[in-house]
């Protein structure tokens, strides 16, 4: 039997869609599931805490289970790994099949990598559970060199936080463009200041084409040859959105209008890094903010009522934390990078955190 609202993926926007529905008390209809590779969704805005020996596992991570309870969705435990939107079909990776009637997916995305022949390891920065791993490893037996591949604030974030707890090992950034790009100049001033400061190297304008015989290669030239190099080069769509039969941008995001919706499948609704909406970034921030509307439009097109549209904001505040439990703000053209106001800045990030989990915590 159609199972008649499938959540697929417990990402930002679909953690605020169901405590949306908690706080309203609307339940999904019955039969209705959230499938989620794990039993905890990690937040991302911590894990560079959470890296850096800031914070424990169970402070950065929601458990699921509750949250869908109150909302009348039962957990299907699985990864999606193929899908037919014609069909109305999803697959997971243990082959069992679900047939729904109404989809949402908020599966996020994956940060690309460049070629490579595998002679040195990869380590994508999602998902976090398989990267926290890999970081728990590394914290027995550090490795001698680790390259951050990406040049925005994860990347920024991340390099700092592995930085702060394997003091011994050697940090390279490597940035396609300049470090943090698009961010006020004063703000990439002061984050270079303080990578050097730390004696993390940092390469912008440094795209790396290949990777081979244990080497970074860009524009012909070896750049450098790492024990691993940890991917936080942005996002990709996941593998099986292409073969969905939902339309996709050019680079394989898959489209939505302005409710949300697929283009061309009006009973999916996508939200979050996967979706490629006009006037929307992929971030956090925008999934959170995606979050009501979609929560709204999902109960509409079931009871046949008007959807919303959802209105991106033109700015976004970022807090880029240092790894010390301090933090520099953007917030469109402006920014605070203050030596003097970084332990405040970090105050106030930790707030807003913790904040996000407690207020999607269920007991
Ligand atoms: C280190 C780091 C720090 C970051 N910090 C910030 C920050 O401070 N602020 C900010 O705005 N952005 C930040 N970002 C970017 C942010 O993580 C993403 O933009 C955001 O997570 C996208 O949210 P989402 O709702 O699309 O999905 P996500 O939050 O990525 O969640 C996707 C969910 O889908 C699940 N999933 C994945 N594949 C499948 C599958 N095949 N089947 C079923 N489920 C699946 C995953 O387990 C996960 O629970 C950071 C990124 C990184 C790498």
Not at 173 to 187: H, M, Y
Not at 222 to 227: L, Q, R
Not at 262 to 291: E, K, L, M, T
């Amino acid at each position: 039997m159609d199972v008649p609202l499938v959540m697929a993926g417990a990402g930002h926007s679909h953690l605020v869609a169901m405590r949306c529905w908690a706080e309203q008390g609307v339940r999904a209809p019955e039969g209705s599931v959230l499938i989620s590779p794990g039993t905890h969704a990690w937040y991302s805005g911590m894990m560079p805490g959470l890296l850096a020996g800031r914070f424990h596992v169970e402070q950065c991570a929601i458990d699921l289970r509750p949250l869908a309870d109150s909302v009348g969705l039962r957990m299907v435990y699985g990864d999606i790994s193929a899908m037919n939107a014609d069909r109305q079909k999803l697959v997971l990776s243990n082959k069992h099949t679900l047939a729904y009637q109404l989809l949402s997916i908020n599966t996020g995305s994956e940060p690309p990598a460049p070629k490579n022949d595998g002679s040195v390891p990869l380590e994508p920065a999602k998902p976090f559970a398989n990267f926290f791993q890999r970081w728990q490893l590394w914290r027995q037996e550090p490795p001698g060199e680790i390259v951050v591949l990406g040049g925005g604030p994860a990347a920024f974030e991340l390099v700092l936080a592995l930085q702060w707890k394997l003091p011994t090992t050697g940090f390279r950034l490597i940035c396609a463009e300049e470090l943090l790009s698009g961010q006020p100049v004063a703000l990439q001033q002061a984050a270079a200041a303080l990578m050097r400061e730390r004696e993390i190297e940092c390469l912008p304008d440094t795209a790396i084409s290949n990777i081979r015989d244990g080497q970074l290669w860009s524009g012909g030239k070896v750049v450098a040859h790492p024990d691993a190099v940890v991917l936080a080069t942005g996002a990709a769509p996941l593998p099986w959105y292409a073969c969905s039969a939902l339309a996709t941008d050019n680079r394989g995001f898959l489209r939505v209008n302005a409710c949300l919706q697929s283009v061309n499948h009006p009973q999916v609704f996508i939200s979050g890094d996967a979706c490629s909406h006009n006037g929307s970034q992929r971030s956090g921030v925008y999934a959170v903010r995606q979050g009501p509307t979609l929560a709204h439009n999902v109960m509409a097109f079931l009871n046949d009522r008007p959807l919303r549209q959802y209105q991106p904001q033109t700015r976004t505040l970022a807090l880029l934390a240092t790894a010390d439990g301090g933090a520099l703000l953007s917030y469109g053209k402006h920014s605070i990078s203050t030596t003097v106001m970084r332990p405040l800045l970090g105050f106030w990030k930790d707030r807003l955190d913790q904040g996000f989990i407690h207020r999607h915590e269920r007991k």
